[in-house]
């Protein structure tokens, strides 16, 4: 039997060049053989994937879980007077956390990926920096744009878009937690999300780089995991996000409750995350 490897537990302290600070969350074993930046889902605290880091680190993948503005550890909270978008996450917070885990991680195979905005945000910032990482990982994610969604569901979403994109900046963030999606969210991060779901196309306010043209010029070995109950990212808007990534390697696997022995939405693989661990590094 082989001896379980021995694993680090860090809280690396971050910044931003823009002064916006944050802990990133650390499962490091001895002689990784890789290194993985998983961006979280909107609204949901870095601590929340520990137990995805902590078996990812047991089978030698050294891992570290991003903190988006505005949650968790981050000092920043959105409102009428502190506001960001997708500009703020891609360029500063981001790159930040990439340096973090080049200096503690060197020399080993880069992942970066995500669960739900995680995943398309990490598609993103391959497009930006496509050095940035070798391999990319996505799990219960998926663009949001509405003609990607079945015809159960999509015939609503440009509705629900306009009313949350209106109600943030009538409110001056999106009151996430009051109405059930997301945290406390940045007005202009919910103006970029709503606008791609809208489209189909991202864009971040205040960058003017087609991120759509840069992802299509990505080359990069892709991994995406769906859930097969999962309506807020169904197997449909992740191969509408991968199709973005022109000249990769793309896989799409999806898992059913029975293989996951949880329910197959969009959360519960977070607290059993063993069966999406098997197949990422399968």
């Not at 609204?43 to 520990?50: E, I, N, Q, S, T």
């Not at 968790?72 to 990439?98: F, M």
């Not at 994109?165 to 103006?191: C, S, V």
């Not at 939405?265 to 590094?281: C, I």
Request: hydrophobic residues 45%; glycine residues 10%; aromatic residues 8%.
């Amino acid at each position: 039997m082989n001896e379980p490897l021995a694993v680090q537990p860090l809280e690396l302290d971050v910044q931003a060049v823009d002064g916006h600070r944050w802990t990133l969350l650390a499962r490091i074993p001895a002689n990784p053989q890789a290194s993985l930046l998983w961006l979280p889902a909107l609204g949901v605290a870095a601590k929340h994937y520990l137990p995805f880091a902590d078996a990812l680190a047991a089978r030698g993948v050294a891992v570290f879980l991003h903190e988006w503005r505005g949650g968790g550890s981050s000092n920043l909270r959105a409102g009428h007077d502190t506001d960001w978008g997708y500009r703020e996450l891609l360029c500063n917070d981001i790159p930040a956390s990439e340096a973090v885990v080049a200096g503690h991680a060197p020399a080993v195979t880069q992942i970066i990926g995500g669960h739900s905005l995680g995943g398309q945000l990490a598609c993103c910032r391959l497009g930006l920096s496509p050095t940035t990482a070798q391999r990319l990982w996505l799990v219960a994610s998926g663009a949001p744009y509405w003609r990607a969604f079945p015809l159960r569901t999509k015939w609503f979403l440009p509705f629900v878009y306009r009313f949350l994109a209106w109600l943030a900046d009538r409110h001056g963030a999106l009151p996430g937690r009051r109405i059930g999606f997301g945290g406390q969210e940045a007005r202009g991060l919910i103006r970029d999300w709503s606008r791609s779901g809208l489209s189909g196309r991202y864009a971040a306010g205040g960058l003017d780089i087609d991120l759509d043209a840069a992802m299509a010029a990505v080359e990069i070995e892709a991994h995406g995991i769906a859930m097969d109950s999962d309506w807020l990212g169904p197997e449909s808007s992740l191969r509408f996000l991968l199709s973005k990534l022109r000249h990769s390697q793309t896989r799409v696997d999806v898992l059913d409750a029975a293989a996951l022995g949880v329910r197959a939405d969009h959360y519960a693989w977070m607290k059993q995350p063993g069966a999406v661990v098997e197949r990422l590094m399968g």
